[in-house]
């Protein structure tokens, strides 16, 4: 059994569409569950969608959801012939369920609605390409994965219900049939009330890892636009350097410095059942990648990640006290609350720095509670630079110039935070 995961950039036109079937092909004599998320720009026009709906503007959310159907109606003509017809039928019961939402008021949070109308997205990309790999001789069993898997009622960030979500799974997916592919989506899930979930950051990924997790596959594949995993980010480093190997706990400690690489709750679904994750070129699928797995990483070059739109709070102790563990508790309850993670923190006797992304109304309530135990200022337009493996002559070349607010650094990692 293969699990394959196809993000937005895989699928987001029809030549895209069709060099996936062209991979799919070349492991169809393999059980294998794909997993392929909304094409393109879908996710944000939904959403666009629902924050529109949401203000009470009715007609202006049709509208712009008729667009979001016109692009797809359109991708299937494109796309199909014998089996337009019935696609067409599958994507307008999709229309229909949307449609019927916005013709009503919102009487409940955003989240609620936002998780309605941005799960269409998938379906409607995985009900065109189930289609089309059907019309190209590639049998295929479609999945709506919200019969799949059950989560709790947090809208846009739903937790699993592992032993519902594998019960249901393992009676649906038979992993032990060979030429047997599956088709569902990522990024969604459902409630026991039948309401639709998003799974939150890199949904379609941790999708994926779950299915691989439940059905023990011999690896999880995720096809990206780029070779693999890179030691910074190629557009703007033409140097970057592909990385064949890595452990999942250095995958993790890159994630978490903001490296646009597999998210941790991605990794450990993987990590615990000793699961390969294979990073792939969709446009070139020939070529190696980078394989993820529990062996410790080697001679790795230096990792370079930059975030831009920073802030950083600057909070004194507001009677010269000294800063203990009563306020940083206080503080980090702020965090929770707020749902903000810091990307870096640093303590002195009467001072806390914090640097966190900038988010406008976040940081606004996060200085406007802090201020009942702190003097706050707040810094914006700042940029933080991590470098993973680094060596003296890296942090020349990357820090010269620059006017460094606060520099943090271990034997592994060097932070600066930068104007």
Same mark, same amino acid.
């Given at each position: 059994?293969?699990?394959?995961?196809?993000?937005?950039?895989?699928?987001?036109?029809?030549?895209?569409?069709?060099?996936?079937?062209?991979? *799919?092909? &070349? %492991?169809? /004599?393999?059980?294998?569950?794909?997993?392929?998320?909304?094409?393109? #720009?879908?996710?944000?026009?939904?959403?666009?969608?629902? !924050?529109?709906? =949401?203000?009470?503007?009715?007609?202006?959310?049709?509208?712009?959801?008729?667009?979001?159907?016109?692009?797809?109606?359109?991708?299937?003509?494109?796309?199909?012939? $014998?089996?337009?017809?019935?696609?067409?039928?599958?994507?307008?019961?999709?229309?229909?369920?949307?449609?019927?939402?916005?013709?009503?008021?919102?009487?409940?949070?955003?989240? %609620?609605? %936002?998780?309605?109308?941005?799960?269409?997205?998938?379906?409607?990309?995985?009900?065109?390409?189930?289609? %089309?790999?059907?019309?190209?001789?590639?049998?295929?069993?479609?999945?709506?994965?919200?019969?799949?898997?059950?989560?709790?009622?947090?809208?846009?960030?739903?937790?699993?219900?592992?032993?519902?979500?594998?019960?249901?799974?393992?009676?649906?997916?038979?992993?032990?049939?060979?030429?047997?592919?599956?088709?569902?989506?990522?990024?969604?899930?459902?409630?026991?009330?039948?309401?639709?979930? $998003?799974?939150?950051?890199?949904?379609?990924?941790?999708?994926?890892?779950?299915?691989?997790?439940?059905?023990?596959?011999?690896?999880?594949?995720?096809?990206?636009?780029?070779?693999?995993?890179?030691?910074?980010?190629?557009?703007?480093?033409?140097?970057?350097?592909?990385?064949? !190997?890595?452990?999942?706990? !250095?995958?993790?400690?890159?994630?978490? =410095?903001?490296?646009?690489?597999?998210?941790?709750?991605?990794?450990?679904?993987?990590?615990?059942?000793?699961?390969?994750? =294979?990073?792939?070129?969709?446009?070139?699928?020939?070529?190696?990648? $980078? *394989?993820?797995? #529990?062996?410790?990483?080697?001679?790795?070059?230096?990792?370079?990640?930059? #975030?831009?739109?920073?802030?950083?709070?600057?909070?004194?102790?507001?009677?010269?006290?000294?800063?203990? !563990?009563?306020?940083?508790? /206080?503080?980090?309850?702020?965090?929770?609350? &707020?749902?903000?993670?810091?990307?870096?923190?640093?303590?002195?006797?009467?001072? *806390?720095?914090?640097?966190?992304?900038?988010?406008?109304?976040?940081?606004?309530?996060?200085?406007?509670?802090?201020?009942?135990?702190?003097?706050?200022?707040?810094?914006?337009?700042?940029?933080?630079?991590?470098?993973?493996?680094?060596?003296?002559?890296?942090?020349?070349? &990357?820090?010269?110039?620059?006017?460094?607010?606060?520099?943090?650094?271990?034997?592994? $990692?060097?932070?600066?935070? =930068?104007?």
């Amino acid at each position: 059994m293969k699990v394959f995961k196809f993000g937005g950039a895989s699928v987001n036109s029809v030549e895209r569409i069709r060099n996936l079937a062209g991979i *799919v092909k &070349l %492991y169809e /004599k393999d059980s294998m569950v794909v997993i392929i998320s909304a094409m393109g #720009k879908t996710t944000n026009a939904l959403e666009k969608v629902a !924050e529109t709906f =949401y203000a009470g503007k009715k007609e202006e959310a049709l509208q712009l959801f008729e667009s979001v159907k016109h692009n797809h109606i359109n991708t299937s003509k494109y796309l199909l012939v $014998t089996h337009f017809n019935e696609c067409l039928a599958q994507l307008s019961d999709f229309f229909t369920e949307i449609e019927w939402l916005l013709h009503d008021k919102p009487v409940r949070g955003f989240d %609620y609605y %936002y998780d309605q109308i941005v799960c269409v997205g998938e379906l409607l990309s995985t009900c065109i390409i189930s289609h %089309y790999l059907n019309e190209v001789n590639i049998a295929n069993e479609w999945l709506d994965v919200r019969d799949l898997i059950r989560t709790d009622n947090n809208f846009r960030d739903a937790s699993i219900d592992w032993q519902i979500t594998t019960d249901k799974i393992k009676t649906t997916v038979n992993c032990h049939l060979t030429s047997k592919i599956y088709l569902t989506q990522g990024f969604i899930g459902c409630t026991d009330d039948n309401e639709s979930t $998003t799974l939150g950051r890199e949904g379609s990924d941790y999708t994926a890892a779950v299915f691989a997790n439940i059905l023990q596959a011999g690896s999880l594949s995720i096809w990206k636009d780029v070779e693999g995993v890179m030691n910074a980010d190629p557009k703007l480093f033409p140097d970057a350097q592909l990385i064949s !190997e890595l452990s999942f706990t !250095e995958v993790i400690e890159m994630a978490y =410095y903001g490296a646009q690489v597999i998210h941790p709750k991605t990794i450990k679904p993987l990590q615990n059942k000793n699961i390969p994750l =294979y990073v792939k070129c969709f446009l070139d699928p020939m070529l190696p990648g $980078t *394989v993820i797995h #529990k062996k410790n990483s080697s001679n790795l070059p230096p990792i370079i990640v930059i #975030k831009k739109n920073q802030a950083l709070l600057n909070l004194s102790s507001q009677d010269f006290s000294f800063v203990g !563990e009563e306020p940083m508790s /206080k503080l980090y309850q702020l965090f929770s609350k &707020l749902k903000m993670r810091p990307n870096l923190i640093q303590t002195g006797a009467i001072n *806390v720095q914090v640097c966190l992304d900038f988010r406008e109304d976040k940081i606004g309530q996060l200085a406007s509670a802090a201020s009942d135990l702190f003097d706050v200022l707040v810094e914006k337009e700042l940029s933080l630079l991590t470098i993973r493996h680094y060596n003296a002559a890296i942090f020349e070349e &990357l820090t010269k110039g620059k006017d460094i607010v606060l520099t943090q650094r271990s034997a592994q $990692t060097v932070q600066v935070l =930068y104007r």
